[in-house]
């Protein structure tokens, strides 16, 4: 029997990358449901060679353009075609969508008590309490996608949770570690795009360069461990090959090592509890020259600071984190706003928006809202 699998998300970077693995293994899974948001030209492409079931597009407009000749796919479309994607029977639903557009699709997998492989981090970092909690209520798994989080989900396999001591979640630094606060000034959405080590998407890109991202991983970490913030390191390894470490109680350090492509925790999430029998590619040790651990520098990529603080504050201020963040890096991408100006966006939001303590989804919904509204006015204030 092939493993049923929906993929929303599929035309992003970690979509594709997704269905190459389901390619490479046609033996053992079969997708059932794709969705995405605009890429009709590619989604159409996919439901070609695929033949899912169901396919969603998000975008309205774009529904009559997605005609796939000589398939028997049901297409839906809008919020509620991804949705009806989400709420398929499936063995795994891997959503990876981008940012806050995958709270719902989320919620509506976890009512399934299915099992979610999570890529799309954001919901987890606006509302980690609410999904975990409507998890155990319901009984869904979640597998991590995110490198970092299979890692060290991988490390923890057979060991007793209790005798955890903390976790590192590394980082390459981003296309910008170790340049200057005048070199930053100047940076473009372009040059953020280039990343040393992982080719992605664009939000997650610039999110690497701020280091924003790394915060945002830290809180999911909080939820899919079940771990505090201060048991969470973040340590600068520019190579990218070791991917998470666990460190235990009696000071013993286990760490995940593997090539730097995701197709390898996307390929575990899917398999999962198996391992697949042929490997993507391997890591050749003895041309490592070398394997390098720094602490992070928090003074000119203060948006992990900010990660960190909202996350020790807890409630809704990683909602209200997350949702400046969003908008801030829209804004640099489509250069409204130099690079520096995306943690200014952020700081304003945090010290604005009211937090609650009560993360459920109407709070969370109104945080996000607020926090949006917010940080369009700062960057108005500090566009060019
Ligand atoms: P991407 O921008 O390449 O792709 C995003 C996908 O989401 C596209 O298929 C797009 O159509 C879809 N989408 C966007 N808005 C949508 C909406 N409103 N409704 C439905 N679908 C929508 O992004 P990506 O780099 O593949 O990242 C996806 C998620 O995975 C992000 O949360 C990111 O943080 C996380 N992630 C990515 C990587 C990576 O290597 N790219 C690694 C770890 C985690
Ligand atoms: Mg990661």
Redesign the pocket.
């Known amino acids: 029997m092939r493993k049923r699998v929906t993929i929303?998300?599929?035309?992003?970077?970690?979509?594709r990358?997704a269905l190459d693995v389901v390619r490479r293994h046609a033996d053992q899974f079969e997708v059932v449901g794709l969705?995405?948001?605009?890429?009709v030209k590619l989604l159409a492409e996919q439901i070609q060679e695929f033949r899912p079931r169901l396919a969603a597009i998000?975008d309205e407009r774009q529904a009559r353009a997605l005609q796939v000749h000589g398939s028997d796919t049901r297409i839906v479309s809008g919020?509620s075609g991804?949705e009806e994607i989400a709420a398929m029977s499936a063995d795994v639903a891997l959503c990876?969508?981008?940012?806050a557009?995958?709270l719902q699709?989320i919620l509506r997998i976890i009512e399934s008590g299915g099992r979610l492989a999570l890529?799309?981090?954001?919901p987890m970092v606006m509302a980690g309490a609410l999904i975990t909690e409507r998890a155990k209520t319901s009984g869904a798994e979640i597998i991590p996608?995110?490198?970092e989080h299979s890692a060290i989900w991988q490390c923890l396999h057979g060991n007793d949770r209790r005798n955890v001591y903390r976790i590192y979640l590394t980082a390459s630094g981003g296309p910008f570690y170790g340049k200057s606060r005048e070199q930053l000034e100047s940076v473009t959405p372009e040059q953020a795009a280039r990343h040393p080590t992982?080719?992605?998407?664009?939000?997650?890109?610039v999110?690497s360069a701020t280091l924003m991202?790394k915060g945002?991983e830290v809180i999911e970490a909080m939820w899919l461990f079940d771990l505090p913030p201060d048991r969470i390191q973040v340590i600068i390894h520019p190579q990218s090959v070791v991917h998470g470490l666990v460190e235990f109680t009696d000071g013993s350090i286990l760490a995940h090592l593997g090539p730097t492509d995701?197709r390898f925790p996307i390929e575990y999430a899917l398999s999962w509890p198996e391992r697949a029998s042929s490997a993507l590619g391997r890591l050749d040790l003895t041309v490592l020259k070398q394997l390098t651990f720094a602490p992070p520098d928090f003074g000119n990529f203060p948006c992990l600071q900010f990660a960190l603080e909202a996350a020790r504050r807890g409630g809704t201020a990683p909602t209200i984190l997350n949702a400046a963040n969003e908008v801030a890096v829209s804004a640099f991408c489509h250069h409204q706003i130099p690079f520096l100006a995306i943690s200014e966006v952020v700081r304003f939001a945090l010290d604005t928006c009211p937090v609650s303590d009560q993360v459920t989804l109407a709070n969370v919904l109104e945080s996000d809202r607020l926090a949006r509204e917010v940080a369009q006015r700062k960057i108005k204030e500090l566009g060019v």
């Open positions: 929303l998300g599929s035309t992003g970077s970690i979509g990358n969705a995405a948001f605009s890429n998000g919020p991804i990876a969508i981008v940012g557009a995958g699709p890529a799309n981090k954001e996608v995110d490198s992982w080719d992605m998407g664009k939000k997650i890109s999110d991202n945002l995701m």
